[in-house]
C-alpha cells in the first residue's frame, strides 16, 4: 500500500498532467479559429448547393 506522501505525490503529479493536457488542447483549439469561418462558409455553400439541386425544375412541354 502507498503511504499517504506517496498517493499525494502521485496526485499531484496526475493534476500537473492532466493541466498539462487541457492547456494543450485549448491551444490546439485556438490555432484552429481561422479555419472556423472558412468551415462555416463552405458548409454554406454546399447547403446551398443543396437546395438548387433538390429544387424541382417545371416541366416544359
Request: charged share 25%.
Amino acid at each position: 500500500m502507498y503511504a499517504p506522501e506517496t498517493h499525494l505525490a502521485l496526485h499531484h503529479a496526475r493534476a500537473a498532467d492532466l493541466r498539462a493536457e487541457a492547456d494543450a488542447c485549448r491551444l490546439a483549439a485556438q490555432a484552429k479559429r481561422p479555419y472556423e469561418i472558412r468551415t462555416r462558409l463552405g458548409w454554406t455553400l454546399v447547403e446551398l448547393g443543396l437546395r438548387l439541386a433538390a429544387t424541382p425544375r417545371p416541366v416544359t412541354a
